[in-house]
């Protein structure tokens, strides 16, 4: 990746009250759905976003961000790299601002149209890491890469 995500990207993006989730799935065991969900009981306002799927967790789920019925202040973008590129095109063209690409999800042409772009981006981080309240896992997690120096600087 051409450069690591920033502490103020980072908080800028969990700062966001309304957020989409690109990549839910199917399978509730698929990280999409878990983050969907883990968001959505810390208090943010979020929409599923999947063209094959009509529900998640007994929401409706979207074909993409374009169709959502309001605006959404972030997209976590959870799918394989060469569907990123499209998403941070089709997140632009909606006028979101921030871009989470979870771990894997991110591609060196991704990440380049976002600073090119302008838009607040995060990539090679975990969600659950940094959305408030973190639960004890990640706290652990997150304390272990600050020991190591991997923590957004």
């Not at 202040?73 to 569907?83: A, C, F, L, N, S």
């Amino acid at each position: 990746m051409t450069t690591q995500s920033t502490k103020t990207a980072v908080e800028n993006f969990i700062g966001q009250p309304k957020l989409a989730v690109v990549g839910v799935s199917r399978d509730p065991k698929k990280f999409g759905n878990a983050a969907y969900k883990a968001l959505k009981e810390k208090g943010y306002t979020v929409y599923p976003i999947n063209r094959n799927v009509e529900a998640v967790e007994g929401d409706r789920c979207y074909a993409s961000l374009g169709v959502l019925p309001e605006k959404v202040d972030g997209v976590v973008i959870v799918v394989p790299p060469k569907e990123t590129e499209q998403v941070v095109r089709e997140a632009d063209a909606a006028g979101i601002q921030n871009v989470w690409m979870q771990q894997g999800s991110e591609s060196e042409v991704a990440v380049r149209y976002c600073q090119e772009h302008h838009l607040n981006e995060v990539h090679g981080e975990c969600i659950m890491m940094f959305a408030p309240p973190v639960g004890s896992f990640h706290r652990w997690h997150r304390g272990a890469w600050k020991v190591f120096g991997k923590l957004p600087k």
